[in-house]
């Protein structure tokens, strides 16, 4: 099994580093694993510019000529995936925001089902939760089976807080190991049907706006191969409906639209 480990310090082999490590000491005790770390301090991933292209056009047509594509195919060729990043101000860091970032694209077309996440932040001990967050939509579709926030002050810590953060970095290691053990993918759970029908019906409608998204949802029925239970069609039509009431004007404007078309 395998594990890629992004790491977003601009240190490279800071704290985060060796609490990642550390990770990886316990997976291999308890089995067969092999881990690659990607530094993004290192990788050729540019800085997003900001045009939103990916989104709604496709991140074929990013301008940014890199490693985008490729860092993609290696998490897809990945069991686990650690995200680490250090806390900065209540946030991720700026490498690992850019990561986010280059990837927005996977929030609207899902594509890692394959692949289990653990988040990894570590900070002075402030900030832990709010950096955890920042990095729980960067890949969009994978499941995240464990965030784990280690204090890492730039003090010794007392051997209270050191035995304290070994527990948790134990219980992460298991939690990625067990669950990169499942390899079959459930049926959708009722949210994730109607975020799936959401995306579907939004790009139909809108298809001029989000052409990628209309090619991606177009014949579809989920994601991925996958029994639809009767109960998440009739719940998610029903909830559905009361939910489009409310956002009615978080669409189009149709007359706006229908000039613009002409
Ligand atoms: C710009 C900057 C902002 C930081 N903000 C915080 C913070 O909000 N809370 C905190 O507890 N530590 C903060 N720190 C400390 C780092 O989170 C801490 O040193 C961490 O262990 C660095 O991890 P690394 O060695 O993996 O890069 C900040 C450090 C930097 C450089």
Same mark, same amino acid.
């Given at each position: 099994?395998?594990?890629?480990?992004?790491?977003?310090?601009?240190?490279?082999?800071?704290?985060?580093?060796?609490?990642?490590?550390?990770?990886?000491?316990?997976?291999?005790?308890?089995?067969?694993?092999?881990?690659?770390?990607?530094?993004?301090?290192?990788?050729?991933?540019?800085?997003? *510019?900001?045009?939103?292209?990916?989104?709604?056009?496709?991140?074929? #047509?990013?301008?940014?000529?890199?490693?985008?594509?490729?860092?993609?195919?290696?998490?897809?060729? !990945?069991?686990?995936?650690?995200?680490?990043?250090?806390?900065?101000?209540?946030?991720?860091?700026?490498?690992?925001?850019?990561?986010?970032?280059?990837?927005?694209?996977?929030? /609207?077309?899902?594509?890692?089902?394959?692949?289990?996440? +653990?988040?990894? =932040?570590?900070?002075?001990?402030?900030?832990?939760?709010?950096?955890?967050?920042?990095?729980?939509?960067?890949?969009?579709? =994978? $499941?995240?089976?464990?965030?784990? =926030?280690?204090?890492?002050?730039?003090?010794?810590?007392?051997?209270?807080?050191?035995?304290?953060?070994?527990?948790?970095?134990?219980?992460?290691?298991?939690?990625? /190991?067990?669950?990169? +053990?499942?390899?079959?993918?459930?049926?959708?759970? #009722?949210?994730?049907?109607?975020?799936?029908?959401? +995306?579907?019906?939004? !790009? !139909?409608?809108? $298809?001029?706006?989000?052409?990628?998204?209309?090619?991606?949802?177009?014949?579809?029925?989920?994601?991925?191969?996958?029994?639809?239970?009767?109960?998440?069609?009739?719940?998610?039509?029903? +909830?559905?409906?009361?939910?489009?009431?409310?956002?009615?004007?978080?669409?189009?404007? *149709?007359?706006?639209?229908?000039?613009?078309? *002409?």
């Amino acid at each position: 099994m395998k594990v890629l480990a992004i790491m977003g310090s601009p240190k490279g082999k800071g704290n985060g580093y060796k609490v990642v490590r550390r990770i990886e000491e316990n997976m291999k005790q308890t089995g067969d694993v092999e881990f690659e770390y990607l530094f993004l301090k290192e990788a050729n991933l540019g800085l997003c *510019k900001g045009c939103f292209v990916c989104v709604p056009k496709g991140e074929r #047509l990013c301008p940014l000529k890199d490693d985008r594509e490729k860092i993609e195919q290696k998490i897809l060729d !990945s069991d686990g995936v650690i995200l680490s990043s250090p806390g900065y101000v209540f946030n991720v860091s700026w490498l690992m925001k850019n990561f986010i970032d280059r990837f927005a694209y996977s929030n /609207h077309r899902l594509r890692f089902f394959n692949q289990k996440v +653990l988040l990894v =932040a570590n900070s002075g001990g402030a900030g832990l939760e709010e950096t955890l967050k920042s990095m729980r939509n960067a890949l969009g579709g =994978a $499941k995240i089976v464990y965030e784990l =926030a280690v204090p890492t002050p730039p003090w010794p810590v007392t051997p209270g807080m050191e035995q304290k953060n070994e527990k948790k970095i134990g219980e992460a290691s298991k939690k990625l /190991h067990d669950a990169m +053990l499942v390899k079959t993918l459930s049926p959708p759970k #009722l949210n994730d049907y109607m975020r799936f029908k959401f +995306l579907k019906t939004i !790009s !139909s409608e809108v $298809k001029e706006y989000l052409p990628a998204d209309y090619e991606f949802y177009k014949d579809k029925e989920y994601y991925y191969d996958t029994k639809i239970s009767l109960y998440n069609k009739v719940m998610s039509s029903i +909830l559905f409906r009361i939910a489009m009431t409310f956002m009615k004007d978080m669409g189009p404007n *149709k007359e706006a639209m229908k000039k613009e078309n *002409k």
